[in-house]
């Protein structure tokens, strides 16, 4: 059993940010799980262009306002408490927060825990 306390790890390697988001990974690929979970924080006014070409995500919000579009579609769904997405075929989008977000995530294959978006707003594959 894994138990971990979400407080205890925000002074640890398992928090990852830059300027406009901070990620707490509470379950990383070796904890043996086949996925990873992650707790996010986009900053409010913020705008995140995304396409994970290695991963499949699915995300649910728990707090704050926002907005993601499909590039494919050019649809745009709002983002709110209780709303959840997944990127079941790799989409590439925009998810922009009108409010600070708060969102639970989850990635499968797992992340390692320090990757970092790449310029075309992927995760590279983990090796190994």
């Known amino acids: 059993m894994i138990v971990r306390d979400f407080n205890a790890l925000m002074n640890t390697d398992r928090v990852v940010s830059d300027a406009q988001w901070t990620s707490v990974r509470m379950l990383l690929a070796d904890d043996g799980m086949g996925f990873s979970f992650h707790i996010t924080f986009l900053e409010a006014g913020s705008e995140h262009e995304f396409e994970y070409k290695n991963h499949f995500e699915s995300v649910y919000c728990m707090q704050g306002k926002g907005s993601i579009t499909d590039h494919a579609t050019g649809e745009t769904h709002e983002i709110k408490p209780g709303v959840m997405y997944a990127l079941n075929e790799h989409d590439r989008h925009t998810l922009r927060a009108e ?16 990757e970092v978006h790449q310029e075309d707003g992927s995760y590279a594959i983990a090796d190994g």
């Open 99 to 114: 409010e600070e977000l708060v969102m639970a995530c989850v990635f499968n294959p797992p992340v390692t825990g320090r």
